[in-house]
């Protein structure tokens, strides 16, 4: 298929991730960072008001494991994988990744924002899970041994966010430049603004996302042919 964008370490396709990953060359990705439907049947509030697809809990896990399945093949035997997902279907998504990779932990992104929800019956939902899982060949993580919980990354403020459920780039160069090798590959199967695929870009890794929503394809592409002109990647 044709993608909808396409520079030289980038390629974006819009559509459905578990047709397109069939499609990647066998085992020629190091990274898979995402941040699947989490199942949440999240619809946004007020004018930023906005469903996601797929979200629906059991639908939600669907797409993730067929998602899995059809990029299986296309992971290094060293692969790394980082998953975010939502406390409450955090058992499921690791189940679903444990099916394919062997679990390393989890990773809390602390947002330290309050939150909204019951504000005197429950604690302020200020962060996020990120499962670590590896292939079977060990590769270490690149620099020193850090802590789990990862913070000073402000969430993108909601006036800004491209997607309801946008992730900070520092937060994913993080990411990126302790679990994919310099010159390596980054996969995002549900690549919603492009978050992923601009941090990668950004450190001169190659990347390939799918987006199934042509108005997240539009805006991801933006934002790459936008990052393109603020300056050249990072090489590291
Ligand atoms: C949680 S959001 C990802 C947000 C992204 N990390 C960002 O920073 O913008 C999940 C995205 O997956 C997309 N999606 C849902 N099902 C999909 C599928 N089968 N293939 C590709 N994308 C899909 C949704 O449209 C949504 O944009």
């Known amino acids: 298929m ?25 085992e020629s990705v190091d990274l898979m960072l995402t941040g699947p439907p989490y199942g949440m049947a999240y619809e946004g509030r007020g004018q930023r008001a906005a469903a ?10 669907r797409v993730l494991r067929q998602a ?5 093949p296309s992971l290094a035997a060293d692969a790394h994988a980082l998953v975010f997902c939502h406390w409450s279907s955090w058992p499921d998504f690791t189940d679903a990744v444990a099916a394919h990779l ?4 989890a990773l809390i992104w602390w ?4 939150g909204v929800g019951d504000c005197t019956g429950s604690y302020a939902p200020d962060y996020e899970v990120l499962l670590h899982a590896v292939g079977g060949k060990r590769r ?24 309801p459920t946008e992730k900070p780039v520092s937060l994913l160069r993080l990411l990126i430049e302790r679990s994919c090798p310099a010159g390596g590959l980054v996969l995002d199967p549900f690549a919603g603004s492009g978050s992923t695929l601009v941090a990668a870009q950004q450190l001169g890794r190659r990347a ?8 997240y394809c ?15 990647p990072q090489v590291a």
């Open 2 to 26: 044709k993608p909808y964008f396409q520079s030289d370490l980038v390629t974006l396709y819009l559509g459905d991730c578990r047709d397109q990953l069939l499609g990647l060359p066998s």
């Open 52 to 61: 996601i697809r797929a979200d629906g809990s059991r639908q939600g896990m």
């Open 68 to 72: 899995l399945t059809a990029a299986g």
């Open 102 to 105: 062997k679990m390393k932990g």
């Open 111 to 114: 947002k330290n924002r309050g």
């Open 140 to 163: 270490p993580l690149v620099g020193k041994r850090m802590v789990a919980v990862l913070a000073g990354f402000a969430p993108v403020p909601p006036p800004k966010r491209l997607h």
């Open 208 to 215: 390939v996302g799918v987006e199934l929503e042509e108005r």
């Open 218 to 232: 539009e805006a991801a592409a933006r934002r790459l042919e936008q990052a393109l002109h603020e300056g050249q």
